[in-house]
């Protein structure tokens, strides 16, 4: 029986005649290939001549079930996908974002150092006099003030976990704290602490807005907690601290000014943005008090934070021989550190040194000893540990901690 001769398909043997004359030598005129199935353009050995998708081309480059570009075919053989190596030294490799990052954590980290030299070198007078005014103190009294200073840190760490929920990295934050206690007598007003925290939190997963309002969160806590422990100790102690006499008119001035300043803050939290970050911090603080844990953490690492404060104050009172009661000392640095805050210099360098030596001339001390005890305090909480935090904050910036 003689069978009629086959008939292409328009799909396929058209396709397949148009590839083979389009291939050249080794397809014949009627289409079929010699030797096998046609190869289609790009060289996908095929039968019928199927489109074959090639690699970062077509609806279909990259998507799932898709090959890998298989050798390519023409005239001078089968090639394999060009692959570009370097032997392993790194030529040609193209600077990546990462790369440009490193050089400036490196530069920020230099900046740092440069920065807590200039400061050394700036005051050294100051440490250099008071190390040996110091010398002769108490040294048990002295050893007592530095664990607390130490202890202050770890304080400062269990407020700031206590105004987040979610759990933070407990050696990181307190080493964090330790680095942002030198970068606050950098910037002013708290603004170095706050940053270095705010990114430490951002970096922690949290959002902006949300490590924002839980440093808000924790310096309210720290308010409440100064203002309360005043009031406890005015009232343990009356009369402990003397007003200097002022005129009537002077008092007059004083009290339109106190007004003029609370009726300023009114208007301030009324203002729009204020009061949506106003909001944002109570729920913030209604979240914390739901979980016990936190809420304790938060108000007891508050408290204790102003309580150890004060204790070095009035640890060094009584190594270099204060003729004051340690209640009267420590009533006299939390109302010297609060006013301190409305000055805005780094740290509370200059502005806290002369409200301290002020509270504790009005509170009965000779001008001398207070003066020793100031110098005492800033010794143990600036001085002392200023170059070794800014060492920990270029460390945490190199690390990418920060």
């Not at 029986?1 to 397809?27: E, F, H, Q, Y």
């Not at 203002?271 to 949506?276: E, H, Y």
């Amino acid at each position: 029986m003689i069978l009629p001769p086959k008939t292409p398909s328009p799909t396929g043997g058209a396709r397949v005649a148009r590839v083979g004359r389009a291939a050249g030598p080794g397809l014949p005129s009627g289409g079929e290939p010699v030797g096998g199935p046609a190869r289609a353009p790009g060289g996908s050995g095929r039968p019928g001549g199927a489109p074959v998708p090639v690699a970062g081309s077509g609806p279909t480059a990259g998507g799932p079930g898709t090959s890998p570009p298989e050798p390519v075919s023409g005239p001078g053989g089968p090639s394999s996908p060009v692959v570009a190596h370097d032997g392993g030294t790194g030529a040609g490799r193209r600077p990546s974002a990462r790369d440009g990052r490193t050089g400036r954590h490196a530069w920020l980290s230099l900046l740092v150092l440069v920065c807590a030299g200039f400061l050394a070198h700036r005051h050294w007078p100051v440490i250099e006099a008071g190390a040996g005014r110091l010398a002769h103190a108490d040294r048990g009294w002295l050893l007592v003030a530095a664990v607390a200073t130490l202890a202050t840190w770890a304080c400062s760490a269990l407020a700031q976990q206590g105004a987040v929920p979610e759990p933070l990295p407990a050696g990181r934050l307190v080493v964090v704290q330790f680095a942002a206690a030198s970068a606050n007598h950098v910037l002013p007003s708290g603004l170095g602490a706050g940053a270095v925290n705010l990114r430490f939190l951002t970096r922690c997963g949290l959002t902006l807005t949300r490590s924002a309002t839980a440093l808000a969160v924790k310096a309210c806590a720290g308010t409440v907690v100064r203002a309360c422990l005043i009031g406890g100790l005015a009232l343990a102690c009356p009369g402990a601290l003397r007003p200097p006499r002022l005129t009537a008119s002077a008092w007059t001035v004083a009290g339109w000014t106190a007004v003029a300043v609370v009726a300023a803050v009114v208007a301030a939290l009324l203002a729009g943005p204020l009061r949506r970050l106003l909001r944002r911090v109570l729920l913030d603080v209604r979240a914390v008090h739901e979980l016990p844990a936190r809420a304790a953490a938060l108000w007891g690492g508050s408290f204790a934070f102003a309580a150890l404060h004060a204790t070095v104050v009035v640890t060094v009172a009584q190594a270099v021989g204060l003729p004051l009661s340690p209640a009267r000392v420590a009533l006299a640095y939390l109302v010297a550190s609060s006013a301190a805050v409305l000055l805005p210099t780094p740290g509370g360098l200059g502005s806290l040194d002369a409200a301290l030596a002020l509270a504790l001339t009005l509170a009965g001390a000779p001008g001398a000893a207070a003066a020793s005890t100031v110098l005492g305090y800033r010794l143990l909480t600036v001085w002392f540990p200023l170059l070794p935090g800014l060492v920990a904050l270029g460390v945490l910036i190199r690390r990418r901690v920060l």
